[in-house]
């Protein structure tokens, strides 16, 4: 099972700033498996990236991603009031388990 | 638009069993997978199971050991996931959800299922 960790676990930052996430992957990871989703208090996980860097349909150019093999960065430009949120990476690939980290904050600074 | 919509939240006994509904709209049902993962209170989401939305492929978790089931009536467009032999870890909200291109695209509200003695 590939085991996925993010970091930090908090991220203090303020409005306008840029966030920078990181997922770290126990094994090696194509770069076509890996996704990230946002998490607000009370609702379901939300798709932001998939195959690493592509945006899912609506999400703002403001998220990004990148990475390859075992290590995987969501950058987010400029912070907006409604990006203070949990981020979590997915890996996909092969067989099952699927698995997720174990999510990063962003909260106000 | 896709919609997952979920039955609503369950209190089980340690030891019974719980069943909850995910009822698809707004696409064709069987060209998509149905996913589902629950999230334990402060704990990473976690992945129980699929099944195909057009045969009755199915795969659940070794993690749970034979305790999920998950089936469908594709004349409902409905997805069902049962636990059984419940215990107070077990206490989580669970999610269903589409897979579209391996990812997981559209989510359900979520079910809350409370294990309480």
């Known amino acids: 099972e590939i085991v996925l960790t993010q970091s930090p676990g908090t991220l203090s930052l303020s409005p306008g700033e840029r966030a920078t996430l990181s997922c770290r992957a126990s094994q090696s990871v194509r770069s076509t498996d890996l996704a990230w989703y946002q998490q607000k208090p009370g609702q379901a996980p939300r798709l932001l990236i998939y195959?690493?860097?592509s945006r899912a349909t609506g999400i703002p150019d403001r998220f990004s991603g990148s990475g390859s093999g075992t290590d995987f960065t969501l950058t987010i430009s400029r912070l907006e009031p409604e990006d203070f949120a949990l981020y979590y990476c997915q890996q996909y690939g092969g067989s099952p388990p699927w698995t997720f980290g174990q999510g990063t904050k962003v909260e106000i600074k | 638009q896709v919609q997952l919509v979920q039955s609503g939240a369950e209190v089980k006994k340690p030891g019974a069993s719980v069943k909850i509904s995910c009822k698809a709209s707004g696409y064709t049902f069987s060209n998509f997978p149905i996913q589902w993962v629950r999230q334990a209170p402060g704990q990473r989401l976690e992945w129980m199971g699929w099944?195909?939305?057009?045969?009755?492929?199915?795969k659940s978790s070794e993690r749970f050991q034979g305790r999920v089931t998950i089936t469908k009536d594709t004349s409902a467009s409905t997805v069902y996931m049962e636990l059984s032999s419940l215990g107070v870890e077990d206490t989580a909200i669970y999610y269903c959800?589409?897979?579209?291109?391996?990812?997981?695209?559209?989510w359900g509200q979520g079910t809350l299922v409370t294990v309480s003695s």
């Open positions: 959800a589409r897979q579209s291109d391996l990812v997981f695209d559209s």
């Open positions: 195959r690493a860097s």
């Open positions: 099944i195909n939305g057009g045969n009755d492929n199915t």
